[in-house]
């Protein structure tokens, strides 16, 4: 028999992304401060969370991706672990959501699923 392996989530974001899963019990937490170099600092926390085998998720604050593109497109066709971007409360940065996650979807796993 398989055995499931337990992976654990990451999250890099602003305060108010981060906040809602820290009191969801989320530990591994990544927050870029107001006014921080921003691309600096999520391009060190992804590399260090892509370098933890214990991580499976990764969930990042959407606004966030411009910077890392080319660290995540080393990761495309692995796996593990996941990288989702979430809008913040903001809202989302793309005018036709669905399209953008069934784009997304179609792009990680290689087909397409309607939802």
Known sequence: MRRIRKYDVAIIGD???????????V????????????CKLVRKYLKEV????????????????KHVEDIV?????????????VPGIEGPT?????????QYVKKVIGFAVEF
């Open 50 to 65: 892509l370098e933890d085998p214990k991580i499976g998720v990764i969930i990042m604050h959407e606004k966030f991706s």
């Open 94 to 102: 793309h005018p036709d959501v669905k399209e953008y996650y069934k």
């Open 15 to 25: 305060e108010n992304l981060i906040i809602g899963f820290r009191l969801a019990g």
């Open 73 to 85: 497109s080393e990761y495309k066709g692995k796996n593990i672990p996941i990288i989702l971007y």
């Open 27 to 38: 530990k591994k937490v990544y927050e870029i401060p107001k006014g921080s170099d921003e």
